[in-house]
């Protein structure tokens, strides 16, 4: 059964639309324009309630019913579970999914969409300090990444969910200003991941 997605062209959206591809799950798009407060929109809260995209509804959710599911990560880990793909199913291959999914979530994604924020910004008195911190933690996390990718193809060993979450921000990795020449196994990760078919397809599906 088709899955809605509610989502937006951004970072936290692709992520999901990459996942569904990669998964092969059919899927309807339903767009939440966010730049004209349809985030607030009484229907959509109902399915998140944090006034954020993305969301799903599956209308074949556990035991056949219908479930919705907000905040990207969980949609993920429900997707992994779902269809057994991307997320091992032994406890011990698990935790490196669940630590670099979490990573994304708490740092590689909060700390450089303050650098979106701080970017666009008229003054430069109000960006100056917002951009140097925002900058530097966003510098650090891609360091984490690089040293992570060093010896691995993926973040968690096979690919996993946890990838596709960390794309959905390192597709943004030229409006915060990072040059992958400075962080060279996360451009290697990045462009194997950006050539596979589900993913070019799931960067490519309209959600606008
Ligand atoms: N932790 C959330 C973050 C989602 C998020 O920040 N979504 C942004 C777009 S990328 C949004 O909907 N912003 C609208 C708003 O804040 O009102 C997740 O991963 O799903």
């Given at each position: 059964m088709t899955?809605?997605?509610?989502?937006?062209?951004?970072?936290?959206?692709?992520?999901?639309?990459?996942?569904?591809?990669?998964?092969?799950?059919?899927?309807?798009?339903?767009?939440?324009?966010?730049?004209?407060?349809?985030q607030m929109a009484p229907d959509f809260l109902a399915i998140s309630p944090n006034n954020k995209i993305p969301a799903i509804v599956d209308p074949d959710g556990p035991g056949g019913k219908r479930v919705s599911i907000f905040e990207s990560g969980a949609i993920l880990l429900y997707l992994g579970e779902k269809t057994g793909k991307f997320l091992p199913g032994p406890l011990i291959e698990r935790i490196p999914v669940y630590e670099w999914l979490m990573w994304q979530m708490g740092g590689f994604g909060p700390m450089p969409g303050q650098v979106h924020h701080f970017i666009a910004l008229e003054h430069e008195q109000d960006r100056a300090y917002g951009l140097k911190r925002y900058m530097a933690e966003t510098r650090r996390l891609y360091g984490v990444l690089d040293r992570r990718l060093a010896d691995r193809e993926f973040v968690a060993g096979p690919l996993s969910v946890a990838d596709f979450a960390i794309l959905g921000w390192a597709w943004r990795h030229e409006r915060h200003k990072v040059s992958f020449a400075d962080f060279p196994n996360v451009g290697r990760w990045y462009d194997a991941l950006m050539a596979r078919p589900g993913v070019k397809r799931g960067m490519e599906a309209k959600l606008d």
């Open positions: 899955i809605e997605l509610h989502a937006w062209n951004t970072p936290n959206g692709r992520k999901i639309s990459v996942a569904l591809e990669e998964m092969g799950l059919p899927y309807k798009v339903f767009p939440v324009n966010i730049t004209k407060g349809e």
